[in-house]
């Protein structure tokens, strides 16, 4: 007889599997360079972990050999957001998950222009001709954040200490500004990734962006 699917509760998964995760010391988030306000990120994710298990008992042991070490690392939260339950094989990866919420979706042509509007505000803003109330704009944001996920994807910078002066400057705004009011962060970043709510569905919450499908058929394949 099979195991019975056990239904998914974070906060006892998270404390079910807390003596796992090993932290990682830091005030910068390890995807996008910004201050990460005390926030984490589970790697793996702590729903992965719960998969895992299938309903039963899982041994330190048994874990770390099938996804190596498990750690606590600093994240901001909309990148925290921006990941949710993507597991991914590296940060890079996982950067790449982080930043398609926030590319040009061809599929709105508009997309692009709001983009432009973006960096248009930003050199208002560094030229002194507009205040801190251009990271209102959605936009802003989004370039703010692909020029930090994509520099690191591609190797034009090794941290957050090699960011140009600009992108170091608009990312310490608008966290201070993002730290400005309640929830901010979390609606700022459906603002960035124009979804009217984080809610999932169904599937989705199951098998987030199809990875342990992709999983099972690698599986598959090998054998």
Not at 103 to 117: M, T
Not at 168 to 174: A, D, H, P, Y
Not at 186 to 196: C, K, P, T
Request: aromatic share 10%; glycine share 10%; net charge neutral.
């Amino acid at each position: 007889m099979g195991r019975v699917k056990q239904k998914y509760n974070r906060r006892e998964a998270e404390k079910r599997f807390e003596l796992v995760y090993e932290a990682v010391e830091g005030d910068r988030c390890i995807y996008c360079g910004m201050p990460n306000d005390g926030k984490s990120d589970h790697q793996p994710p702590v729903y992965v972990l719960h998969r895992f298990a299938e309903g039963g008992l899982v041994t330190k042991r048994a874990i770390r050999e099938h996804f190596g070490p498990c750690k606590l690392v600093p994240c901001c939260t909309i990148c925290n957001m921006g990941l949710g339950a993507y597991h991914g094989s590296d940060d890079n990866g996982r950067r790449q998950e982080i930043a398609n919420w926030f590319l040009v979706d061809d599929r709105y042509p508009e997309d692009k222009i709001v983009l432009v509007v973006g960096y248009r505000l930003i050199q208002d803003r560094l030229q002194g001709r507009r205040g801190a109330e251009i990271y209102e704009f959605p936009g802003v944001g989004r370039i703010i954040y692909i020029n930090a996920l994509t520099g690191l994807i591609e190797g034009e910078f090794s941290g957050p200490a090699e960011f140009p002066e600009w992108l170091q400057v608009t990312q310490s705004e608008l966290a201070e500004w993002l730290r400005g009011a309640s929830r901010r962060k979390s609606r700022y970043f459906l603002d960035m990734a124009n979804l009217a709510s984080y809610e999932l569905l169904p599937h989705a919450r199951d098998d987030p962006r199809g990875q342990f499908e992709a999983q099972q058929s690698s599986a598959v394949d090998g054998n």
